[in-house]
């Protein structure tokens, strides 16, 4: 079955931290631009980090940077999102998402939801003050 899962979510006080997995079978990411998007109550869906699974390079939306890292592991065919400095507006199911076609910062910037290849389920970040 070709999916991505997603796990590592959960509750968390603020300045805490979690790292988020997103594990890919059926298929490999290599040459995929893979990101994770979130999505809070009441707002838009956005696109919070991507990475070019290829060579590496990455993109952040300008309220993560420096305390979110994205990176992959080719040898388990998984992108991780290590999320520090919690905040409670960072409170949202966080997917990821990959495509084929895309790169990496179209994919976070402007890549239509219903274009990308392959979504996870979610999982949730609840960020306590």
């Known amino acids: 079955q070709l999916q991505l899962v997603e796990s590592g979510g959960g509750l968390v006080q603020s300045g805490g931290s979690l790292r988020l997995s997103c594990a890919a079978s059926g298929f490999t990411l290599d040459y995929y631009a893979i990101g994770w998007f979130r999505q809070a109550p009441g707002k838009e869906r956005e696109g919070v980090s991507c990475i070019s699974y290829s060579d590496g390079s990455t993109y952040y939306v300008g309220s993560v940077k420096g305390r979110f890292t994205i990176s992959r592991d080719g040898a388990k065919n998984t992108v991780y999102l290590q999320m520090n400095s919690l905040e409670p507006e960072d409170t949202a199911v966080y997917y990821c998402?990959?495509?084929?076609?895309?790169?990496?910062?179209?994919?976070?910037?402007?890549?239509?939801?219903?274009?990308?290849?392959?979504w996870g389920k979610g999982t949730l970040v609840n960020v306590s003050s």
């Open positions: 998402a990959a495509d084929r076609l895309a790169t990496m910062e179209a994919l976070c910037l402007m890549w239509s939801y219903d274009d990308m290849d392959y």
